[in-house]
């Protein structure tokens, strides 16, 4: 988990806040020790409210019916490749309403491109 923190970390910079819920694998003490040298806030939702985390909840959902339910996972680098086939998909090619029809990644790069003017007219307004 750590090691994956790190390389999103390195790509796209740390969050304030990190919204998880009470799984092993983030009340680990790896990840709070991580969390603690890139001052980032762990957000833990209540035991037994998934409310609390409808995005992760919806999309636990999607990937459980659209990857895990619909595939069979001949070995470790089958399943590698057949979720990392599903990720691609979800990310880079599906839209979705929630983000105004666009995919993730155009989200992203809108999000990414408004920021870049935010700043540049900071720079500029002084």
Not at 6 to 28: A, M, Q, T, W, Y
């Amino acid at each position: 988990m750590v090691g994956v923190m790190d390389r999103l970390r390195d790509r796209h910079g740390v969050p304030k806040s990190i919204k998880v819920d009470n799984g092993p694998e983030f009340i680990s003490k790896e990840l709070d020790k991580w969390a603690y040298e890139n001052k980032v806030t762990l957000d833990f939702s209540r035991p037994g409210r998934p409310i609390d985390n409808a995005f992760i909840e919806s999309f636990n959902g999607s990937f459980r019916d659209e990857c895990l339910n619909t595939n069979w996972f001949l070995s470790l680098e089958d399943a590698r490749e057949k979720i990392e086939a599903w990720r691609r998909d979800y990310n880079e090619w599906r839209p979705h309403r929630s983000l105004d029809n666009l995919t993730p990644r155009q989200y992203a790069e809108k999000c990414l491109e408004n920021q870049n003017s935010l700043i540049m007219a900071a720079t500029v307004l002084g």
